[in-house]
């Protein structure tokens, strides 16, 4: 999952930035208005959390642009403005959530998971797919009752093939959406970690192969009939 | 509880009563004036037909009214009345031991007092006899050797006569307990009719009020943008109206104010605790993410929160005046210059033009170490806020310092809101390093010194204005 984040804080920014990549969110952080609305129209989101208050283009502003543009990226404000005024200006103006400084670290990731959830339709946090059951709130992964270790990143890869289960995702679209802007375009980081991941979703009482290689397109995941 | 309408209602009503009842009052003791003033007259005339009680008939009709023009009246009908019993026309008359020396046919039994004139002046009263009936008699002394007679009819020449004439009351005493009677309903109805009519006209009359206060109660903290309609208002209330809309232009400023100040401090403080409270969460969750930057992290943190406590709690000082001056002759040319010291560098940096213009040296009585408190605000202010090459004044005045800055980019709304509490320029309020506190506390500080601390802004100039506050203002 991908997440654009605009703070004008840097230590608030920062330490977001750390808790939602440790937690297997690929992030784009700025600072600027002007930057946030330009990241967010060039690159495609899973969730963005927005500051209301911001140096250049506020965050409602933002929002209203990315929904007259019909951007449907699920939004998020993070804000200190916490009057009810402020709360329903910024629902109406086409937000997701709202939350209000200072909140728990735990409750914020859980409204991303939910953002990111309503990005591709999932109202539960548990996905399935053959066998594999993935717990986004949790962050656990289990197949055939075996619980699977995986990385931040891994666990991100397998979440988003989850959720596009019997759809062809390319590796542009994963680059997008589980790495950051660190991957070059001749990497083979894509294909390496694909690879881990079939290794590591193997167990001794369930082998079937779930994530097919489509060449030239990329890759799906769906359990096929024998 | 004080009540106008019912202290008005009292006041009216008892007023009016008051009057109903002396008017009441007056209108009998008028009357029953009149009724006595004529009793008197017809006594007085009655005086001059006793004096033919004693005489034949013909005697009586030759004499009687001589010294009236016309053709003279027969008394006999008059005297007719003091011979019927029962008539309520008496005459009696004593010699000086009190014996009865006549009495006319009318007072039969009845026992007249004897009175006591003093002259041959005539002297009216109002007795009340044994069988309880009201008189008003007529008593005088006749002259001596005149007109009394002795019963046996020998002439007693050489001595008074008491002499009493008297007419029974009693139907001028039924017309004035009619008068009475018809009085005191009549007043009673007035009475009923006033405490009506006083409380259906204050009833209406305050109406306006209990709609000013029915307006009044309408208003809260969230419609302070009402204003009270007086277009249907007595023009007496009119200005109190007017000023009452005054009043709510001031509390919306004030609310708005304050609600702003909520707000902005509501922010100052959120985003630190949120960056602590995340800094912390993601240390322990995280602890291998967690390292020296998270612990400066945390202290800037710490040092930005005391700041500004800091600056608030000196405000809440200086803002009670519970703090004691030390004040002394301050030469105010080397004191700016002083404080100006520590901005000179960043003020090079900038390349801003500096320019000191004292016409003499202005010496105020002042404390020096607030009064350097405020002047380094304001010039942190100038040399921070000014562009580039930018160029900063500072001038004395008669009774004060201008220190300005140009360009400053500020907007007039914005001047008019410079010395709010945690405003600022940037609505983001990105930058920790400041608090917004600066210049509110510059003014706090200024109003202990008895200065009075201005913005105003002239094209590209920014002027703060430091000077004496006038004592009638």
Same mark, same amino acid.
């Given at each position: 999952?991908?997440? =654009?984040?605009?703070?004008?804080?840097?230590?608030?920014r920062e330490?977001?930035e750390?808790?939602?990549?440790?937690?297997?969110?690929?992030?784009?952080? +700025?600072? #600027?208005?002007?930057?946030?609305?330009? !990241?967010?129209? #060039?690159?495609?989101?899973?969730?963005a959390?927005?500051?209301? !208050?911001?140096?250049?283009?506020?965050?409602?502003?933002?929002?209203?642009?990315?929904?007259?543009?019909? #951007?449907? +990226?699920?939004?998020?404000? =993070?804000?200190?403005?916490?009057?009810?005024?402020?709360?329903?200006?910024?629902?109406?103006?086409?937000?997701?959530?709202?939350?209000?400084?200072?909140?728990?670290?735990?409750?914020?990731l859980?409204?991303? %998971?939910?953002?990111?959830?309503?990005?591709?339709?999932?109202?539960?946090?548990?996905t399935?797919?053959?066998?594999?059951?993935?717990?986004?709130?949790?962050?656990?992964v289990?197949?055939?009752?075996?619980?699977?270790?995986?990385?931040?990143?891994?666990?991100?890869l397998?979440?988003?093939?989850?959720?596009?289960?019997?759809?062809?995702v390319?590796?542009?679209?994963? %680059?997008?959406?589980?790495?950051?802007?660190?991957?070059?375009?001749?990497?083979n980081?894509?294909?390496?970690?694909?690879c881990?991941?079939?290794?590591k979703? +193997?167990?001794?009482?369930?082998?079937?192969?779930?994530?097919?290689?489509?060449?030239?397109?990329?890759?799906?995941?769906?359990?096929?009939?024998? | 509880?004080?009540?106008?309408?019912?202290?008005?209602? $009292?006041?009216?009503?008892?007023?009016?009563?008051?009057?109903?009842?002396?008017?009441?009052?007056?209108? &009998?003791?008028?009357?029953?004036?009149?009724?006595?003033?004529?009793?008197?007259?017809?006594?007085?005339?009655?005086?001059?037909?006793?004096?033919?009680?004693?005489?034949?008939e013909?005697?009586?009709?030759?004499?009687f009214?001589?010294?009236?023009?016309?053709?003279?009246?027969?008394?006999?009908?008059?005297?007719?009345?003091?011979?019927?019993?029962?008539?309520?026309?008496? &005459?009696?008359?004593?010699?000086?031991?009190?014996?009865?020396?006549?009495?006319?046919? @009318?007072?039969?039994?009845?026992?007249?007092?004897?009175?006591?004139?003093?002259?041959?002046?005539?002297?009216?009263?109002?007795?009340?006899i044994?069988?309880?009936?009201?008189?008003?008699?007529?008593?005088?002394?006749?002259?001596p050797?005149?007109?009394?007679?002795?019963?046996?009819?020998? @002439?007693?020449?050489?001595?008074?006569?008491?002499?009493t004439?008297?007419?029974?009351?009693?139907?001028?005493?039924?017309?004035?307990?009619?008068?009475?009677?018809?009085?005191?309903?009549?007043?009673?109805?007035?009475?009923?009719?006033?405490?009506?009519?006083?409380?259906?006209?204050?009833?209406?009359g305050?109406?306006?009020l209990?709609?000013?206060?029915?307006?009044t109660?309408?208003?809260?903290?969230?419609?302070?943008?009402?204003?009270?309609?007086?277009?249907?208002?007595?023009?007496?209330?009119?200005?109190? &109206?007017?000023?009452?809309?005054?009043?709510?232009?001031?509390?919306?400023?004030?609310?708005? *104010?304050?609600?702003?100040?909520?707000?902005?401090?509501?922010?100052? $403080?959120?985003?630190?605790?949120?960056?602590?409270?995340?800094?912390s969460?993601?240390?322990?969750?995280?602890?291998?993410?967690a390292?020296?930057?998270?612990?400066?992290?945390?202290?800037?943190i710490a040092?930005?929160?005391?700041?500004?406590t800091?600056?608030?709690?000196?405000?809440a000082?200086?803002?009670?005046?519970?703090?004691?001056?030390?004040?002394?002759?301050?030469?105010?040319e080397?004191?700016?210059?002083?404080?100006?010291?520590?901005?000179?560098?960043?003020?090079?940096?900038?390349?801003?033009?500096v320019?000191?213009?004292?016409?003499?040296?202005? $010496?105020?009585?002042?404390?020096?170490?607030?009064?350097?408190?405020?002047?380094?605000?304001?010039?942190?202010?100038?040399?921070?806020y000014?562009?580039?090459?930018?160029?900063?004044?500072?001038?004395?005045?008669?009774?004060?310092?201008?220190?300005?800055?140009?360009?400053?980019?500020?907007?007039?709304?914005?001047?008019?809101?410079?010395?709010?509490? &945690?405003?600022? *320029?940037?609505?983001?309020?990105?930058?920790?390093?400041h608090v917004?506190?600066?210049?509110?506390?510059?003014? @706090?500080?200024?109003?202990?010194?008895?200065?009075?601390?201005?913005?105003?802004t002239?094209?590209?100039?920014? @002027?703060?204005?430091? *000077?004496?506050?006038?004592p009638?203002?």
């Amino acid at each position: 999952m991908r997440l =654009l984040l605009v703070e004008d804080s840097r230590r608030l920014r920062e330490t977001i930035e750390v808790a939602l990549k440790q937690s297997g969110y690929a992030v784009d952080a +700025t600072e #600027n208005g002007d930057d946030g609305l330009w !990241m967010a129209q #060039n690159h495609s989101y899973d969730a963005a959390i927005l500051d209301i !208050m911001l140096p250049g283009l506020d965050g409602v502003s933002i929002l209203k642009r990315l929904r007259a543009e019909n #951007n449907k +990226t699920p939004v998020m404000f =993070l804000t200190a403005k916490d009057t009810i005024e402020d709360k329903v200006n910024g629902l109406r103006t086409g937000a997701d959530d709202y939350l209000v400084k200072p909140f728990a670290l735990e409750e914020l990731l859980a409204r991303v %998971e939910a953002l990111c959830r309503r990005a591709y339709q999932e109202a539960a946090p548990i996905t399935q797919v053959a066998d594999i059951k993935l717990d986004t709130s949790a962050k656990k992964v289990s197949r055939a009752g075996t619980d699977l270790d995986l990385t931040a990143r891994e666990f991100a890869l397998l979440e988003h093939l989850m959720l596009k289960q019997g759809k062809v995702v390319s590796r542009t679209e994963i %680059e997008e959406h589980i790495y950051d802007d660190i991957v070059t375009p001749m990497s083979n980081v894509v294909d390496s970690a694909i690879c881990s991941l079939r290794k590591k979703i +193997t167990v001794p009482n369930s082998s079937q192969a779930l994530i097919h290689t489509r060449r030239g397109q990329g890759y799906v995941m769906e359990e096929k009939s024998s | 509880m004080k009540s106008i309408r019912r202290k008005l209602t $009292i006041w009216l009503s008892g007023g009016l009563l008051l009057l109903w009842i002396a008017a009441g009052a007056g209108i &009998y003791l008028a009357v029953r004036n009149g009724l006595f003033k004529a009793i008197d007259a017809q006594l007085t005339v009655d005086r001059e037909v006793t004096r033919f009680l004693s005489k034949t008939e013909t005697q009586r009709e030759d004499n009687f009214f001589p010294d009236r023009p016309g053709p003279p009246r027969r008394p006999s009908d008059k005297l007719a009345q003091y011979k019927e019993i029962g008539s309520g026309y008496y &005459y009696q008359s004593w010699d000086e031991r009190g014996n009865s020396s006549e009495q006319s046919e @009318s007072v039969g039994d009845l026992i007249l007092p004897i009175p006591r004139p003093t002259s041959q002046m005539p002297e009216f009263a109002t007795i009340q006899i044994g069988d309880g009936t009201r008189l008003r008699t007529m008593n005088f002394r006749s002259a001596p050797g005149g007109k009394g007679r002795s019963k046996g009819g020998k @002439s007693r020449n050489n001595s008074h006569t008491i002499i009493t004439i008297a007419h029974d009351l009693s139907e001028t005493d039924q017309t004035l307990s009619t008068l009475l009677g018809g009085l005191i309903v009549v007043g009673l109805l007035a009475a009923g009719g006033t405490v009506v009519l006083v409380g259906t006209s204050l009833k209406q009359g305050l109406k306006p009020l209990r709609e000013l206060g029915d307006q009044t109660a309408a208003i809260d903290a969230g419609n302070l943008s009402t204003r009270f309609d007086a277009t249907k208002t007595p023009v007496e209330l009119k200005p109190v &109206y007017s000023r009452l809309n005054g009043l709510m232009d001031r509390i919306q400023i004030s609310f708005d *104010r304050e609600r702003r100040f909520s707000a902005d401090l509501a922010h100052e $403080i959120r985003t630190p605790i949120a960056e602590l409270k995340m800094l912390s969460e993601v240390a322990l969750k995280w602890p291998d993410q967690a390292g020296p930057d998270t612990f400066k992290d945390t202290l800037d943190i710490a040092l930005q929160l005391e700041t500004m406590t800091e600056s608030l709690l000196a405000l809440a000082r200086w803002e009670s005046g519970e703090t004691k001056l030390n004040i002394e002759e301050v030469n105010l040319e080397t004191l700016t210059k002083n404080c100006w010291t520590p901005y000179a560098a960043t003020a090079d940096q900038k390349q801003h033009e500096v320019i000191f213009q004292f016409t003499e040296p202005a $010496i105020l009585d002042s404390d020096p170490a607030l009064l350097s408190h405020v002047l380094n605000n304001l010039f942190s202010n100038a040399v921070e806020y000014t562009a580039e090459s930018g160029s900063i004044t500072v001038s004395s005045l008669d009774d004060g310092i201008r220190i300005s800055n140009s360009p400053h980019g500020l907007s007039e709304k914005e001047i008019s809101r410079i010395f709010d509490r &945690y405003w600022r *320029r940037e609505e983001a309020r990105s930058d920790s390093s400041h608090v917004g506190l600066g210049l509110s506390l510059a003014r @706090s500080c200024s109003d202990a010194l008895g200065l009075d601390l201005a913005a105003s802004t002239d094209a590209e100039w920014l @002027s703060f204005t430091l *000077r004496k506050k006038n004592p009638t203002t």
